[in-house]
């Protein structure tokens, strides 16, 4: 099955820099790449998605940018704030209806 | 609109015992999906289904199983419950169908098996 490998898995930053987490795959096949955020007590949020036939997608201060051919993909966060104090977990889609996910980045942001 | 809801938010086994789990999904989706979430494993697949179908069912043993209903409410059930089934088990709804994109997640159940 498809194996996701997230790194780091502790990132504390100052408030207001940018913040960088990397995952890699295994299946080339994988074709679908989302990034959830999770709060203490809730469930996963969706953050960001993107598919294989794009190299990056930014919304506001997130930014993702995917590589196929090495298989890894990575999340960016600029201008980062308290809020953005979280665990993140990448995930990517082997075949149509499960995600593989990374075991989790946990963000701290210093004020 | 609501979210994914989740019942009961906790619940305390003892070993041996079997649970039943419930999801609601967003009105309107017809995937639910099911994780489990520890500590040391992050989240795990269980199983998926669209429109009362199973289309998809991880590594787990056949002590965990799961059906969908004709309102897309799911449950699912672990029987003979072993210490290493505490975790927190999630069921999320797909936006996007029938290739499950954009997962909504509930708050998950938190189970603890004594």
């Known amino acids: 099955g498809e194996n996701v490998e997230q790194h780091p898995s502790t990132l504390s930053v100052q408030e207001g820099d940018s913040a960088v987490i990397k995952c890699t795959y295994s299946d080339s096949a994988s074709n679908y790449f989302p990034w959830y955020k999770q709060e203490l007590g809730k469930g996963p949020q969706l953050i960001i998605d993107i598919r294989s036939n794009v190299g990056e997608k930014k919304d506001q201060r997130i930014a993702v940018t995917l590589n196929k051919t090495a298989k890894h993909f990575s999340l960016h966060i600029t201008e980062t704030q308290p809020e953005d104090s979280a665990v993140y977990f990448c995930?990517?889609?082997?075949?149509?209806?499960?995600?593989?996910f990374g075991a989790g980045t946990t963000v701290t942001v210093r004020a | 609109k609501a979210g994914v809801t989740q019942t009961p938010r906790y619940l305390i086994k003892t070993r041996g015992q079997q649970v039943t789990l419930s999801c609601s999904p967003i009105?309107?989706?017809?995937?639910v999906s099911w994780y489990q979430q520890t500590p040391g494993q992050g989240l795990q697949f269980l199983f998926e289904?669209?429109?009362?179908?199973?289309?998809n069912k991880g590594n787990f043993p056949g002590r965990f199983s799961g059906r969908q209903f004709s309102n897309s409410r799911s449950e699912m059930n672990v029987s003979t419950l072993e210490l290493g089934d505490s975790a927190l088990y999630l069921c999320a709804s797909s936006l996007r169908e029938p290739t499950n994109e954009k997962l909504f997640f509930g708050s998950g159940t938190q189970l603890s098996v004594l």
């Open positions: 009105s309107g989706h017809r995937s």
């Open positions: 289904y669209f429109s009362e179908t199973q289309r």
């Open positions: 995930a990517s889609r082997f075949n149509d209806y499960k995600l593989s």
